[in-house]
Every structure is written in C-alpha cells, then in structure tokens.
C-alpha cells in the first residue's frame, strides 16, 4: 500500500479550471494504477476517472469525459486530475486511490483499490 494525500481542491464558479493532486508516498509508484472517485453530499461515491499502471491506458467517467484529464508523474510520484469547464454537478469531495499493478476495465470500480487519500472538497457555484 501507499500513503495518498489529495490536495488543489477549492470554491471556483462554474466554467472555471482546478487541478487536483494526488502525492504518493512508499516505493514502486510507477507500478501503481491510480484512480480518481468522488462523493457528492448524499449520494455514494462514484468514478470519475483512472490511469492503469503503465499509464498507457485512462477511463473515465461519462459525465467527465473530455472536460477532465488524469496524469501522472512518476518522478514526483504523483497523480493529477485536471478539471476544466466545471460545472455545480461536479462538487463533491473527491478521493484518490491506487492499487498496485493493475490495469482493465476494473479500475472503474472503488472496490478495486486498496489505497485511498483524505479527500479533498471542490465546490462549483453557479
């Protein structure tokens, strides 16, 4: 397992940009797929999106797709979801997550990962 830590969340307006981190601490980051979840105020924690561990290959979710990017720095053993065009639907605490050497479809289920950060909040007024 490794040590997650979430950070670059905030309060923007909608349309604006935010790019959240995600800071790995252990060794091996390189082997780690890593996945980004979010979890709006009464409902369960959804996908957002993933990088399988050779970073060769991201999912994401529908309700993301071509507004958010996942990458990653193997140098800085951290991950980045990179938010544009964001909308009020988007808030939500989101929570990075890895698991190690792993690749698929499977990265899009929570249940998968083993590793999880604190979360951090964004918040998209109108």
């Known amino acids: 397992q490794v040590l997650l830590v979430e950070s670059g969340g905030g309060l923007v307006q909608a349309g604006a940009s935010l790019r959240l981190s995600c800071a790995a601490s252990?060794?091996?980051?390189?082997?780690?797929?890593m996945g980004w979840f979010r979890q709006a105020p009464g409902k369960e924690r959804e996908f957002v999106a993933a990088?399988?561990?050779?970073?060769?290959?991201?999912y994401y979710a529908d309700s993301v797709k071509g507004r958010f990017t996942i990458t990653r720095d193997n140098a800085k053993n951290t991950a980045y979801l990179k938010m544009y065009s964001l909308k009020p639907e988007d808030t939500a605490v989101y929570y990075c997550?890895?698991?190690?050497?792993?690749?698929?479809?499977?990265?899009?289920?929570?249940?998968?990962?083993?590793?999880w950060g604190q979360g951090t909040q964004v918040i998209v007024s109108s």
């Open positions: 997550a890895a698991r190690y050497y792993s690749s698929g479809y499977s990265l899009m289920s929570s249940r998968l990962y083993d590793s």
């Open positions: 252990g060794r091996a980051f390189d082997s780690y797929a």
């Open positions: 990088m399988d561990w050779s970073g060769e290959n991201t």
